[in-house]
């Protein structure tokens, strides 16, 4: 098994404590974890936008559970919780709407042999390039065939037309893979170099960004300019607009390689993980069966917007633009309001949404909803836990009409409401160099992005013995 130890500072099982002891003493220690390497294993095969470290599931799951007790994730995301259980000999269940994140966890947990792995990849790259160069007209026939209307439009608009044939090229021969693990661990490594915080192969500048942006000066890996929307005088000065354009067969390689690398392990004592299309707020499992929890919500009014990246590569594995648009607004903390359950709310979250809706009914009414939404999917986490077991759910807060979301003193009280203990909040400050993240290292407050997310917080939920 893949064998990490615990800092000494961080081994909280001590002779007489209890869990809930063990609990609070995990939820008051450093929760930071800005000097443990969390790129083992799987954990780096694709970019997440503000996933936690695993080192943060890693400690909870250690110190709060035994080998073969089931941890779930209910909001799965990047996976990092289902992979560490994994690793940890423990029972996963993992659960999201998000077509690409069931994708990255599935293969995140999906061990294959590194050499057969190596094999097809050469493979397949050498016969992509070839591809492009005998049969370009057949290639590019296929791309005519691919898409409806609204989504050729987009990959039109994002991605240079060379590019478009070379990773046609590459998914013809990811598509003729017969073995579906392998199939599915190549699909990712192509998601891969679309979706980077530079916008990959794409001609996107910033997909960490709530609105990417496009590049209006592209030029090839020699300098030569290969799209090029503004005059001469324009483009020296916008150099912050101008893009290298990439071998989508080049990044696939390094990144497939690397992916290589972080296989994960095979061994006897792993648990293969339950992953399946689910959503929190009606989960189909049975009463009293979970031994932890470990999840991380979105964050209210798609102050992190999941879909806004992702499509960049679902379009790419079968996703049309309107589907995509329909998932984005079933997330949890979506911002639109028709057509959605309202629950009563109590005194700390209602009076936080009254604030914002006295100067803006709209936004107050999208925080309603999103309060709503968490009320019914911690209550669902509090059926689904055994009793004496906990929840740890890791949140940040979002600025609505420079009114704070609160949205950590908010989640305990409705999770009181409801019949949870909530014995602490712990505290973890983000290293923004390691993450994908749509703000700087610098606070400015008139800027909304920037506004968003310095510090999470790690909310202990404990559902009390008698429940």
């Given at each position: 098994m893949h064998q990490l130890s615990l800092p000494i500072d961080e081994q909280r099982r001590v002779s007489g404590q209890n869990y809930y002891e063990r609990l609070v003493a995990l939820l008051a220690a450093d929760l930071d974890f800005h000097e443990q390497n969390g790129r083992y294993a799987s954990h780096n095969f694709h970019a997440f936008p503000a996933k936690f470290p695993a080192w943060l599931p890693r400690t909870f799951i250690t110190e709060l559970t035994e080998p073969g007790a089931t941890v779930l994730d209910p909001m799965s995301g990047s996976g990092t919780t289902i992979l560490e259980a994994f690793l940890l000999g423990r029972r996963s269940i993992g659960f999201d709407i998000d077509p690409l994140a069931l994708r990255i966890i599935q293969a995140k947990v999906t061990p294959l042999e590194a050499r057969e792995a190596l094999h097809l990849m050469h493979g397949l790259v050498k016969r992509a390039r070839s591809a492009v160069e005998t049969r370009r007209t057949a290639l590019q026939e296929r791309l005519n065939r691919r898409w409806d209307e609204a989504t050729r439009q987009f990959v039109d608009y994002w991605f240079a037309q060379e590019t478009q044939i070379e990773l046609i090229a590459l998914l013809e021969e990811i598509e003729a893979i017969t073995d579906a693990p392998a199939r599915a661990?190549?699909?990712?490594?192509?998601?891969?170099?679309?979706?980077?915080?530079?916008?990959?192969?794409?001609?996107?500048?910033?997909?960490?960004?709530?609105?990417?942006?496009?590049?209006?000066?592209?030029?090839?890996?020699?300098?030569?300019?290969?799209?090029?929307?503004?005059?001469?005088?324009?483009?020296?000065?916008?150099?912050?607009?101008?893009?290298?354009?990439?071998?989508?067969?080049?990044?696939?390689?390094?990144?497939?390689?690397?992916?290589?690398?972080g296989?994960?392990?095979?061994?006897?004592?792993?648990?293969?993980?339950?992953?399946?299309?689910?959503?929190?707020?009606?989960?189909?499992?049975?009463?009293?069966v979970i031994d932890l929890i470990v999840t991380s919500p979105p964050y209210a009014s798609n102050a992190i917007d999941y879909m806004r990246a992702h499509k960049f590569a679902l379009v790419w594995l079968g996703h049309p633009i309107a589907e995509l648009s329909n998932v984005r607004q079933a997330y949890i903390g979506g911002d639109a309001i028709s057509n959605h359950e309202f629950e009563a709310l109590p005194a700390t979250p209602a009076d936080i949404v009254a604030a914002i809706t006295r100067?803006?009914?709209?936004?107050?009414?999208?925080?309603?909803r999103y309060y709503?939404?968490?009320?019914?999917?911690?209550?669902?986490?509090?059926?689904?836990?055994?009793?004496?077991?906990?929840?740890?759910?890791?949140?940040?807060?979002?600025?609505?009409?420079?009114?704070?979301?609160?949205?950590?003193?908010?989640?305990?009280?409705?999770?009181?409401?409801?019949?949870?203990?909530?014995?602490?909040?712990?505290?973890?400050?983000?290293?923004?160099?390691?993450?994908?993240?749509?703000?700087?290292?610098?606070?400015?407050?008139?800027?909304?992005?920037?506004?968003?997310?310095?510090?999470?917080?790690?909310?202990?939920?404990?559902?009390?013995?008698?429940?």
């Open positions: 661990f190549f699909e990712l490594a192509l998601s891969a170099i679309i979706i980077t915080k530079s916008g990959g192969v794409s001609l996107a500048l910033d997909l960490a960004h709530t609105r990417p942006h496009r590049a209006k000066r592209v030029l090839d890996k020699d300098g030569a300019v290969r799209i090029d929307d503004t005059n001469a005088a324009e483009s020296r000065r916008i150099k912050n607009v101008t893009k290298i354009l990439r071998s989508a067969f080049d990044e696939f390689e390094k990144r497939a390689l690397l992916n290589i690398r296989l994960p392990p095979t061994d006897n004592a792993q648990i293969p993980p339950a992953i399946q299309f689910g959503n929190a707020q009606a989960l189909p499992l049975d009463n009293n100067v803006d009914p709209k936004k107050g009414r999208v925080l309603h709503s939404e968490m009320s019914r999917t911690l209550r669902e986490m509090l059926r689904v836990l055994k009793p004496g077991k906990a929840a740890i759910v890791v949140v940040g807060s979002s600025v609505m009409r420079n009114i704070d979301t609160n949205t950590a003193e908010c989640l305990a009280a409705i999770g009181r409401a409801i019949g949870f203990e909530v014995p602490r909040i712990g505290v973890r400050r983000l290293d923004r160099d390691r993450r994908m993240m749509p703000a700087g290292a610098v606070r400015n407050h008139e800027s909304q992005i920037q506004q968003r997310m310095h510090e999470e917080y790690v909310i202990g939920f404990y559902k009390p013995e008698a429940s």
